[in-house]
C-alpha cells in the first residue's frame, strides 16, 4: 500500500457524482451494477437513460433490469430523484462523498477487484490508505472473546496500524473499543511532562447502512466516536437501512480496506466466515485466535486454523506474518502484555498469584470456558454451597464474571490461571 | 299468593345469598323474573314451566311475578330454577307454605324436571346458612363439606313435590358408581418421583428451595435440558394444604364448575395452563360470575408456565400484582369480587428463540430477534422470581448412569420441616416474611454479611434484590437445619441461585 504508484486521476465532476448517489439510492441496482455503468457508459447516461426508460443505450442496465413491475418501479424512483438534492446532502455535515477512478479515491480501493462506485465518507479519508488490519468476529462472544477483540485493537492501535471492523455489536464493536481506548489515552496524556506520542492507529468502521443509521442502534455512540477519532465509510446512501445482502458487501470492503484480517471468535457458519472469504479471494493474510476445542464459539476460528490461517496468540503474531516491522509502540502500555493480561496497575511481574485449594480448581475449570452453577459442582470435588461461596468471592474480587448464571473467567481470573 | 324461598347465587369464589319471591295474582298469564337475572337466569322462565308440567302438575294459568332480591345483585346461572319452580307452586298454593319453611333450594331444572347439579356448590351452599339445603345427588358430596345445617338431595322435581306434600320421604342419595380413591394425606399415586432425575444436584436442590420457601422459580435452558421435567417433580414436594387454605381452594375449585371427586382438597393443586391463555383466564373474571382464572385455581398449590416467554407480555404483567399480594380484585362496573390467588410460580422459559444461547457463544440468533425475545418478560415481573436457575442438557453419561438422586419423600421430609420452623415465626413460607420480621429471622452472621457487602460494593447485588436474598438465604439454612444462623454458604447459595435476568436490565 506504502508503495502504491497513485496516478493522476481527473477530478470527479458534480453531475457524475450526483448521478452515482442518485442510482445507488434505486432498488435494484447493487454495487456490481452501479461499477459497472460508471466504468461503461457512466452514471450520468444511466440516470438518464432510466427516467426515460430507454435502457438500450446502456449496456450494464439493458443486461441486467429486466421488464415488469420492477423496472416500472426503477423507472419511477429514478424520476422522483433529485440528485443535486442528494449531492447536497451527502456533503452536509463533513461527510465527503468519493467516486471509483476519480481524484481522492482511495488508492487501496483502485485495485480492488471490486470497489465500490461512489463511497461516503465521514472522518479522514487519508486513513484509509494507512496500513490497516481487520479484527472481526461473532457478535455472541464469550467475555474472553471480547477482551482480546479489545487488546488486539488496543496493541494494533498502539503499534501505529489502524484496525478495520464492521462495528457489529460482540467483537467488532470490542476491537474498536480497544482503539478507542488508546487515543483517549493519548488525548489525555501531558506533554509539559515529556508525554509525547506518535500517532496511533485509527479506527476505520465500515457500516451497510447509510452513515446517519447506526445499527446496531447500541452502537450509536461507538459509531459517531469512530466517525470522530477515525474514519467511517460506507457505499450506502443516506437514510437507507441494511438490508440481509448489504452485510455481505459490506464485509468485502472490510476485506477491501484492510492488509489482513484477524478472526476473533466464530461459529462454524456466520458473517466473518464471508469477511475470510472475501479476504482470501483477495490474497489477504488471514489469521485466527485459536480457543478451547469445545468451545462453540471457537469452533469457526479453530477450523480456519485447521485450514491453514495463521494462529494468533498476540499482537507480535500479526506483525510477523504480515512481514511487518513490530515499530516502537506509539502509546506505553496500558495492559499486560498477554492478551487475557490484567487491568491496569497490574503491569510487570508475573500477575497476580493464583488463589489456592477451591478457588483455584474453579478457576481451571473456567479456563475452559464458560460454565454454569450446575456443571461446576459437577467437576469441582465440594459441596455446592461451598463452591458457591467461592464464586461470589471470586466474582467480587474480579477473578470471575457472571452474565445470565454464566461463569466465565474475568481479566483477573485469566491472569492468575496464567501464573498457575 | 306470595312466596318467598331461599337460594344463593355465586360471584366469584364466594356464595351470596338470594330470596327467590314469587307473586301469583290474576291477570294475562305469564312468567315475568326481575331483580337482575342475566340470559342464562332469564331462560329458567321456559325451563322452569316445562319441568313443572312434566311433574304432573297444572301450570297456574295466571299472572306470576318472580323478584331475585337483592335486586342490585346481578344474577347469573341456573341454579335458581329449582327455586323458583317451587316458589311458583308455594304461591299458586299447590304446595302449603309451611312445607318450604326453613328449606333452601340449589339446582337446575331440566325440562323433563331432572335436578341438575350446578357448579359452585361449595360456595353456593356455605352462603346458605343453617337451613336444610336441597341439591341434585351428584352435588349432594360437595354440599355436605361445607352446610351448616341438613343437606337433602333429590333426583327429580315431581319426587321433591312428593316429599313436600308429605307422600313420602327424602330419598337418600345413591352411592356413586365408583367411590374416589382419597389419597389420605399421602402423594398421589403415579405422581413422579425426584429421584427420577439424573444428574442436576443445583437444579433438584432449587425445587427443594422454592417448594420450602414458597419462592417463584425460573428454570432458563434450552429444550431437551428436563425444565418441563423438573417442573412435574415440584407438586411432590409441597406439603399438604392446612385447613385454611383447603377450605379455600376447595371452594374456588367448586366455584370454577369442578365437581370435588373427594371431599376438601388436601394436596396442593397444580395449574399449568398453556401460553394461548388469554388475560381473563388466567387472572379471572369475563363472565358475569366472574369465575376464577387459571391463578386462583392453583391457590395455594403450584402455577407452571411453561415456555414463559411465549405467553403475551399483557398476560404476564396482569401476573404482577397477584403474585405480590396474592390476590386478585377483580371489578367490573357494578361489582367487584376479590379472588384469592396465593401461588408458587413455577416458570420455564427457553434462553432465546434458537434455545442454544444458554452458553455464552453458542447462539446463532439475529440481535433484533434475540432484543425483542428478552423484551417479553419485563424487569419487574423477572423480579418476582426469588430463584433463576440455568438448567443444562445433561451430559450422555448422566443419562445413562448418573447418580440417582434423594427421593421425593426424603426432600418432603425436609420441605414440610422448614415450613415448620416458618410457621413458628408466623408465617407459611420464608417468601412471606416482611420488613421487621426480616430484620428479625433472617440476618446472616458476620461472614455472611461481609459476603453481602462485598456483593452489593461490586454491584452483583443490588439493594433490592436484597430482600429476596435474605428470604432464600433464610429458607437454606432452615433446609440446612440451622433455623438459628445464616452462614456464607447459604448467603452464597442464595446470590447464585437467583443469576441476573436476561431482559429488563434488573439486577439481583
Not at chain 2, 297456574?60 to 330454577?81: C, F, H, Q, W
Not at chain 2, 436442590?205 to 412435574?232: F, N, Q, S, Y
Request: aromatic letters at 2%; one cysteine or more.
Amino acid at each position: 500500500m506504502n508503495g502504491l504508484r497513485v496516478p493522476t486521476l481527473p477530478e470527479p465532476g458534480e453531475e457524475e457524482s450526483a448521478a452515482l448517489i442518485a442510482l445507488a439510492c434505486i432498488d435494484g441496482i447493487g454495487p456490481a451494477t452501479l461499477l459497472d455503468c460508471h466504468r461503461s457508459e457512466g452514471a450520468p447516461a444511466a440516470l438518464e437513460a432510466l427516467r426515460r426508460d430507454r435502457l438500450g443505450g446502456v449496456r450494464p442496465l439493458a443486461e441486467r433490469v429486466v421488464g415488469g413491475s420492477v423496472r416500472a418501479t426503477m423507472v419511477r424512483t429514478a424520476r422522483a430523484l433529485d440528485p443535486e438534492d442528494l449531492l447536497r446532502r451527502h456533503r452536509s455535515h463533513g461527510r465527503r462523498v468519493l467516486v471509483a477512478d476519480r481524484a481522492g479515491y482511495p488508492a487501496v480501493l483502485l485495485e480492488d477487484p471490486a470497489p465500490p462506485a461512489v463511497l461516503f465518507v465521514d472522518g479522514d479519508p487519508a486513513l484509509l490508505d494507512e496500513p490497516a488490519v481487520a479484527v472481526v468476529g461473532t457478535r455472541n462472544t464469550t467475555r474472553i472473546g471480547r477482551e482480546i477483540a479489545a487488546h488486539l485493537g488496543h496493541e494494533l492501535a498502539r503499534h501505529g496500524v489502524g484496525v478495520t471492523s464492521g462495528l457489529a455489536l460482540g467483537i467488532d464493536g470490542a476491537a474498536h473499543d480497544g482503539v478507542l481506548e488508546v487515543l483517549d489515552r493519548r488525548d489525555a496524556a501531558d506533554p509539559d511532562r515529556g508525554e509525547v506520542f506518535p500517532p496511533p492507529g485509527r479506527p476505520i468502521g465500515v457500516v451497510a447502512s447509510g452513515l446517519d443509521i447506526s445499527y446496531p442502534r447500541r452502537h450509536a455512540t461507538l459509531q459517531r466516536r469512530v466517525a470522530h477519532r477515525g474514519v467511517l465509510v460506507s457505499e450506502v446512501p443516506l437514510g437507507i437501512r441494511p438490508n440481509r445482502w448489504r452485510f455481505p458487501a459490506r464485509n468485502r470492503l472490510i476485506a477491501a480496506l484492510s492488509a489482513g484480517l484477524v478472526v476473533v471468535e466464530s461459529r462454524l457458519v456466520g458473517g466473518s466466515m464471508s469477511t475470510v472469504e472475501e479476504a482470501a479471494g483477495r490474497g489477504l493474510e488471514v489469521m485466527a485466535v485459536p480457543g478451547h476445542p469445545l468451545s462453540p464459539a471457537s469452533a469457526g476460528t479453530n477450523q480456519l486454523i485447521v485450514d491453514g490461517a495463521t494462529l494468533v496468540r498476540d499482537v507480535d503474531d500479526i506483525f510477523f506474518a504480515l512481514g511487518w516491522e513490530q515499530p516502537d509502540p506509539a502509546v506505553p502500555s496500558a495492559r499486560e502484555e498477554r492478551p487475557d493480561g490484567g487491568d491496569a496497575g497490574e503491569r510487570g511481574g508475573a500477575g497476580p498469584a493464583p488463589p489456592p485449594g477451591l478457588a483455584g480448581a474453579v478457576l481451571q475449570v473456567l479456563g475452559g470456558g464458560p460454565a454454569s452453577l450446575e456443571e461446576l459442582v459437577g467437576r469441582v470435588d465440594a459441596p455446592m454451597a461451598e463452591v458457591a461461596s467461592t464464586l461470589v468471592r471470586l466474582e467480587v474480587d474480579g477473578h470471575v464474571v457472571t452474565t445470565h448464571g454464566w461463569f466465565e473467567l474475568g481479566a483477573r481470573g485469566a491472569a492468575a490461571l496464567g501464573a498457575r | 299468593m306470595f312466596a318467598r324461598i331461599h337460594s344463593s347465587i355465586v360471584l366469584g369464589v364466594d356464595g351470596h345469598p338470594v330470596s327467590v319471591e314469587v307473586h301469583v295474582h290474576n291477570g294475562l298469564p305469564g312468567l315475568t323474573i326481575v331483580g337482575l337475572p342475566d340470559a342464562s337466569c332469564r331462560e329458567a322462565r321456559d325451563r322452569v314451566r316445562a319441568a313443572v308440567i312434566a311433574s304432573k302438575v297444572t301450570w297456574p294459568p295466571r299472572r306470576i311475578t318472580v323478584n331475585l332480591a337483592p335486586s342490585l345483585l346481578r344474577k347469573a346461572g341456573s341454579g335458581l330454577d329449582l327455586a323458583i319452580a317451587i316458589g311458583v307452586l308455594t304461591a299458586s298454593g299447590h304446595l302449603p307454605g309451611s312445607a318450604v319453611e326453613g328449606l333452601a333450594l340449589v339446582g337446575e331444572l331440566g325440562l323433563d324436571g331432572t335436578v341438575r347439579p350446578v357448579p359452585g356448590t361449595v360456595p353456593l351452599v356455605d352462603a346458605l346458612g343453617t337451613r336444610t339445603v336441597v341439591v341434585a345427588h351428584e352435588s349432594a358430596a360437595d354440599a355436605a363439606l361445607v352446610a351448616r345445617g341438613t343437606v337433602r338431595s333429590i333426583a327429580t322435581l315431581e319426587e321433591l313435590l312428593a316429599v313436600l306434600s308429605g307422600r313420602r320421604d327424602w330419598p337418600t342419595a345413591p352411592e356413586p358408581a365408583a367411590p374416589p380413591e382419597r389419597p389420605e394425606a399421602g402423594r398421589e399415586a403415579g405422581t413422579p418421583d425426584l429421584s427420577e432425575v439424573r444428574g442436576q444436584p443445583v437444579a433438584r436442590r432449587a425445587l427443594e428451595i422454592a417448594a420450602a420457601g414458597g419462592h417463584h422459580l425460573l428454570l432458563v435452558g434450552p429444550p431437551g435440558a428436563g425444565k418441563t421435567m423438573l417442573a412435574d417433580r415440584m407438586p411432590g414436594l409441597l406439603p399438604d394444604l392446612d385447613r385454611e387454605t383447603s377450605i379455600e381452594a376447595t371452594r374456588i375449585r367448586s366455584a370454577a364448575g369442578q365437581r370435588l371427586t373427594g371431599g376438601l382438597l388436601r394436596r396442593p393443586p397444580i395449574r399449568a395452563p398453556h401460553h394461548t391463555t388469554t388475560a381473563v383466564a388466567l387472572i379471572g373474571g369475563g363472565t358475569d360470575s366472574l369465575r376464577p382464572g387459571e391463578v386462583s385455581m392453583a391457590h395455594g398449590g403450584l402455577l407452571f408456565l411453561d415456555e414463559l416467554a411465549e405467553f403475551p407480555a399483557a398476560v404476564l404483567d396482569a401476573l404482577r400484582q397477584p403474585l405480590e399480594e396474592g390476590i386478585i380484585r377483580v371489578s367490573r362496573a357494578r361489582f367487584q369480587v376479590e379472588l384469592p390467588a396465593r401461588v408458587l410460580l413455577v416458570a420455564a422459559m427457553n434462553p432465546c428463540p434458537c434455545g442454544e444461547a444458554a452458553r455464552p457463544g453458542t447462539c446463532s440468533c439475529p440481535a433484533g430477534v434475540l432484543a425483542r425475545y428478552r423484551r417479553r418478560l419485563s424487569g419487574p415481573l423477572l423480579d418476582r422470581f426469588d430463584l433463576r436457575l440455568e438448567v443444562l442438557r445433561p451430559e450422555t453419561g448422566e443419562l445413562l448412569g448418573g447418580d440417582r438422586g434423594e427421593r421425593t419423600e426424603t426432600v418432603a421430609a425436609r420441605v414440610a420441616a422448614a415450613r415448620e420452623i416458618a410457621a413458628r415465626r408466623g408465617v407459611r413460607c420464608n417468601a412471606e416474611l416482611t420488613g421487621t420480621e426480616l430484620e428479625r429471622w433472617a440476618t446472616p452472621d458476620d461472614a455472611g454479611r461481609d459476603l453481602l457487602e462485598a456483593a452489593l460494593r461490586t454491584g452483583r447485588l443490588s439493594a433490592r434484590g436484597l430482600t429476596r436474598i435474605r428470604r432464600v438465604a433464610r429458607t437454606i439454612a432452615d433446609l440446612d437445619g440451622s433455623p438459628a444462623h445464616i452462614g456464607t454458604g447459604h448467603v452464597a447459595m442464595a446470590l447464585q441461585l437467583r443469576s441476573e435476568p436476561r431482559a429488563g436490565g434488573v439486577a439481583a
